[in-house]
């Protein structure tokens, strides 16, 4: 047991902290709400430079060749200041399952492009239906010939408007799911950037008879949910690190007005009404981080646990929404304006929590799980 | 003890079922707490102001002398739950025009103040709107430590400092502001002032201060050599802070069924939703609503006892506080769940109106991101918490 | 709409409070705590004698013609002084039934005994499963010649070791549930006190070939759940009346409490997290008085409502048990002996919840209303 | 960053849990809390106590000399996590023997103190068992407030005054006693000191405080010129408070592992009775149950977060607090859905051990009635929340 960053660790931390205030700072984050593309390709080469994208790749494929916990705690420090960027996008959503999934040509031929930051990868999973049930996938791949033909909508499709590539969740035939690569350039593709509170650019993706070539199948035909299932079972934990990030920040920012704001002559954390209220938050804030941290761990270590990873992006939901409505109370009147940094975070809320699953979908995964588990007592 | 409406309330309730069912577009769902952010909302409320005005039901409490009619607290209940309820915009002429400037003014105004500015009102048109200025940076809580300063010159007096959290200032004709006239006074309470301002005036700037989903409802209000003929003192001068803290109990009446009609629309349409696409079938879901549902039946009767109260002449203490409280929990409550039944679509922008994934008019989101911004209108919850201790326990004083 | 009590009530709140207090003292209630009856047959005479056992009987059964409202005050005060007799059981669970159900015969036989306080009466309603649904009924009652011979066992059923006569609950075929009246000292009835933490004489009443007279029969054969309905519909509301008493002075010991005790050198009503404590709590008994009064007044005046009731018993339920609890926790360690008469009020909780249903039972139930129910903006 | 205990705290947990399974009765559900309540219990947890002391367990983080195993504080957590769950009895040598007793008389005791007081608790018998007397009736969250005074005579200190809340005062041999031995002293907290009591003397009355359920867990003890010799004082006069202070951090090691086992076991045992009743199939229950587990999870490593940073040599300063509170939040959660998974039964007294409608073992119901004493035992959540506002987010004092 050892708690400790490694040094590597603490480096990736620092150098990330400061390349995000210095090159991301809250009005760029502000002004990327308005525009069109909602992130700024200078900074994404930057990031790039800076080795983020290939973070966790292996070098044959442009990669650092670091872990997924090195991955996780750099999340962490993109959630802490909301970095608007396809990343997680890119790196988590679609990355991840190629190395995991993908043939070497697969490999070969896509992470290099990710992992220098030239191409912008999402994934298309959710539909009109917005679950994350297997039942929930209807877009329609039609075997003809050489291809596949995609017929159907997407939703919420993050990033979509500047993707280069989606990897898209189709159904092959009743019982079968498959996952696809698809030229975002491919004819019969309509994009559009639904309007969120948060303005953070997430997408309606209409395929109108997209045409995919079948070498673009990811993993098996018919077995595609294993690949979601390995979003939902790992992925989500780099979700998980990025809320907390943002939780910690926002428990930070309204700490600080609490020692600052005096009204009746005290600041008013004085008052137990408003320290009780940050006590338990911060207390949410550090289980937060031990959880993500440990889920991250047995990720990195080769012993993923469904189980915990549904427990972390629970408890992140919920979490992070707390941390944010406390926080908005603890600032009152002024939590509520757009001038303050918080709403910022506060709006992005909506989108982490459903992002790979809301609180009842992972209770109800984690309580599958205890229906079939042996408890030690009935073991020994 | 008699739980039952009267034949009048029960007439007035048909009368305004049916008022709305003309007047209100099909599927009219309220837009509460923003018609000031959108013009063409704002239009429409104005327009809808005028036709309660016409029938008598926009100053109904009012003695019939100043456009009311004399109506009592049992048909204002029932007025502000069926508005409510069915969402009709423009009830209360800006901030506190219906509520408390009026009744303020008919205690404690002049004759001039009175015949000019009451009719105003009661007519339902934009001449007849005010927003209140209460709030400063500084003294939000904590009132008393208000800077905004007015000092005599002759026979104006001279206005100068900074007002926040002004909602409507962007739409109202006049102003309802609390000043300093006293800063030396022994209690801060007692150097307190009321005038009416003309929002017109040179010296007044106002700032939009636009919330996070970006409504424009606050504004910051500054005063810079803001001259006001001291005609418009109402009321004694370093009197204010009592006649303030007496108009508050005007607005109870209303406020009790304002708030039961607005969450009694939220949960059925909830229901009905939940019904529609099978979530109702759901025990958890279900059963969240039922417990919500227990809510609003338990806020109605506390409402209904504040009114009861005030119409036995008591003025009642703690109870808009503790029933300020309740409606907050209630609040949070249906936001939670409504945003929850919703599930990704709760992402949806409110202010997209025409966006085809929108659901039941983006209301759920609206309440989900407004819902600490109302918790925040009238006190903070910690604040109505200290007041139900202090005076509905007798607690000793916790800050 | 008037919320005054009327002269009469005020007289029978006046009257109650003032004998309970004098003739039921604290000390008392531990005591019989200890009994072996769990009441006490004098005082028993002396409630008698105010008229309280036919106080909504009709004059004809020697009752005072009193209405459904009044007694529900009366219940409130005994619940605020938690009186440990079998009141409610005989009055509200049997004589109400009775009076609704009962043939003239019937009623002319059975209800001026209780009115007189000559008769203690007991709902034998609940079984092993523990449940208020028609399914936990299994006690079979065969018919044999004029009688029905039950077998069976009920639990918890209230001072059924002192009981003059059960109201069992009991099925006659496979659809049809039957109440019938039954002696308490029948052959083949074994009563046994559960031993409950709050020493309350709740009972397993066990059943081996009882017979009773079909002439025995309340209401019609088959027909006896309606019976039970009218007590889950309109008799718990008394039982919510009781609950509500007992929080009502839960709070005022508590609130007492943090006006005396003093830490830091100040009164612990004084700091916040005490303080909006109790002003929550405050907020829910007011709440819960005016729901209880409510859905009383809807019952006396005929329109009762079966939405409202199970509103007011899911609340009473909440509202009771959150009050001991917040009220233990103003205490501190001195809420958690035996001497404060706290307790005599938080061990009673859990019967309170139980009896006529509890929290998600009846959650359950506004939901099957609110499922069938036709909102105002879709009527108009 | 590394969430594996290593080979020596997996060998210890297999080796605790063969030896629970060869000790404890089948179906043994721990009594907790209660031990020292019940004579024949309290037989029982004293047999164990010999057995774990026998395997060396009792003491283990002690150094060699005093009886322990010199472990480190991970085996002392796994070895806390299994007593808990399995509900090892008699692990703490009454109140605080084990967990800080010992710890500070190795820190401030003389050697004459040491060579009589620590074998005696590490060989697990009943002449080792101690009660610990810091609360007064005025002198409760406001600990520097107490006023049992010692007054030096001679050889002597003649003390007066009386305790309460003292937990195991009426099984202890020894009692560890805060006095004031400086009432004047400027700072109340200067005054206090920490004397070696033998229950045994005169001059000591105990008195039982039964608690609701009836068990006899807390007492008053009275003292009346009880006369103890001068070199029974611990460490330095007037220097108690600092030395308590000190050993607060001695049981932390501990506590986390207990808290998490015992809620564990709980849990375990709720999913196996819904299960077999088919409640888990009604979603709201098994939703439940999830999200308690995941407040177990993170109880878990939030707990080895603590004793992770004892074990760099940090003196947790929050940490504890936060703990506690976030044991109390879970303790709370699971006593009342453990009661609302038995319904109707979570009726019956949890002392009556042999009435065929118990379920469980009683054991929900026991927590349902005591889960309020454990919040209190060390501190109420108030003073703790105060504490992890001070010191977690160096707020101002609240208080």
Known sequence: MDFDFSEDQVMIIDSARKFLEKECPKNKIRELKEDEKGYDPELWSRMAEMGWMGLILPEEYEGTGMDFFDLTILMEEMGRNILPAPFFDTVALCSLPILEYGTSEQKKRFLPKIACGEEIWTLALTEPSASYEPSGVELRATSLQEDYVLEGTKLFVPYANVADRLLVVARTSQEGITALI??????????????????????????????????????????????????????????????????????????????????????????QAIQHKLAEVFINVEGLRRLVYEAAWNISTGSPSRLLTSMVKAKANEVYQQTCIQGVKVHGAIGFTEELDLSLYFLRTKASEFMLGDTGFHRERIAVELEDYQPLFMSV | ?????????????????????????????????????????????????????????????????????????????????????????????????????????????????????????????????????????????????????????????????????????????????????????????????????????????????????????????????????????????????????????????????RCYGYNKRILDELIVYTRGNGLFREREIRHKLADIAVELETQKVLGYETVWKMSKGDSPVYEPSRDKVFNDHILERLAMLGTEILGGYSQIDPLSRNCKWTKLNGHMEKLFWLFLGFAFAAGTDEVELNIVGQFGLKLPKSY
Chains 1, 3 share one sequence.
Request: hydrophobic fraction near 40%; aromatic fraction near 10%; charge should be negative.
């Open chain 1, 182 to 271: 698809v030229d975002a350039g491919s004819q019969g593709i309509k994009t559009e950037v639904i309007p969120t509170t948060a303005h953070d650019k997430q997408c309606e993706v209409v395929f109108d008879k997209v045409r995919v070539p079948k070498d673009n199948v990811l993993g098996e035909v018919g077995k595609g949910w294993e690949i979601v299932e390995f979003l939902l079972q790992r992925v989500s934990v780099l979700k998980c690190a990025e809320m907390l990030g943002g939780a910690q920040f926002v428990l930070e920012m309204a700490n600080s007005y609490a020692k600052e704001r005096v009204q009746f002559d005290k600041p008013i954390g004085s008052f």
């Open chain 2, 1 to 257: 003890m008699d739980f039952k409406f009267g034949e009048k309330e029960e007439k007035l309730r048909k009368e305004i079922r049916e008022f709305t069912k003309k007047e209100l577009p099909p599927g009219w769902l309220s837009s509460m707490l923003e018609e000031e952010s959108d013009d063409k909302e704002w239009a429409f409320a104005m327009s809808m102001s005028k036709k309660l005005a016409e029938k008598g039901w926009l100053t109904m409490s009012w003695p019939e002398e100043y456009g009311g009619k004399g109506a009592s607290l049992w048909e204002q209940l029932v007025y502000s739950e069926e508005a409510s309820y069915w969402g009709i915009p423009g009830v209360t002429m800006g901030i506190g025009g219906v509520d408390w400037v009026g009744p303020s003014l008919m205690m404690f105004g002049t004759a001039e103040q009175k015949n000019k500015y009451l009719p105003l009102i009661a007519s339902g048109e934009p001449d007849g709107i005010w927003c209140t200025a209460y709030s400063e940076p500084n003294a939000g809580s904590d009132f008393a430590k208000i800077r905004t300063r007015a000092v005599r010159e002759g026979d104006e007096y001279v206005i100068n400092g900074q007002k926040i959290w002004t909602s409507a200032a962007h739409r109202a004709r006049w102003c309802w502001l609390a000043v300093k006239t006293d800063p030396d006074a022994a209690k801060p309470h007692n150097g307190i002032s009321v005038f009416v301002v003309d929002m017109k005036s040179k010296g007044i700037t106002v700032r939009p201060l636009m919330n996070y989903v970006g409504l424009h409802i606050f504004n910051e209000v500054f005063f810079d050599d803001l001259r006001v003929p001291a005609a418009n003192l109402v009321g004694k001068e370093n009197n204010g802070w009592y006649q303030l803290m007496h108009s508050l109990g005007y607005e109870r009446g209303s406020i009790a069924g």
